[in-house]
């Protein structure tokens, strides 16, 4: 069984920054893919960005590339999401997961373990 604890979230003006982390028990970076999703009011949970296991590769939604950068620290197990030039429309709650399988993928329902979430709230 695999924990995920999210933190980081909060109150931001639009064009600001902040990270979220994602703590996770055992050695999940290493073991799984990892994946950030988030779910605004109304709408269906999204893909925000993925790090492969062992953080070879990422891959992010088209909407927050070259604002939103994921990356992993194996030592301390934890999984981060840098988000910058944050727009309203980032306004949700941001969740980390964990995927077991094989494939690196984007499909929120690929992944088998959830944190329970952070809001995030941008200003304009």
């Known amino acids: 069984q695999v924990q995920l604890v999210e933190s980081g979230g909060g109150l931001v003006q639009a064009g600001g920054s902040l990270r979220l982390s994602c703590a996770a028990s055992?050695?999940?970076?290493?073991?799984?893919?990892m994946g950030w999703f988030r779910q605004a009011p109304g709408k269906e949970r999204e893909f925000v960005a993925g790090i492969s296991r062992g953080g070879y590769s990422t891959n992010y939604a088209d909407s927050v590339k070259g604002r939103f950068t994921i990356s992993g620290d194996n030592a301390k197990n934890t999984v981060y999401l840098q988000m910058n030039s944050l727009k309203s429309d980032d306004t949700a709650v941001y969740y980390c997961?964990?995927?077991?399988?094989?494939?690196?993928?984007?499909?929120?329902?690929?992944?088998?373990?959830w944190g329970q979430g952070t809001q995030v709230t941008v200003s304009s």
């Open positions: 055992g050695r999940t970076f290493s073991s799984y893919h």
């Open positions: 997961a964990a995927d077991r399988g094989v494939g690196f993928t984007p499909r929120v329902g690929e992944y088998d373990y």
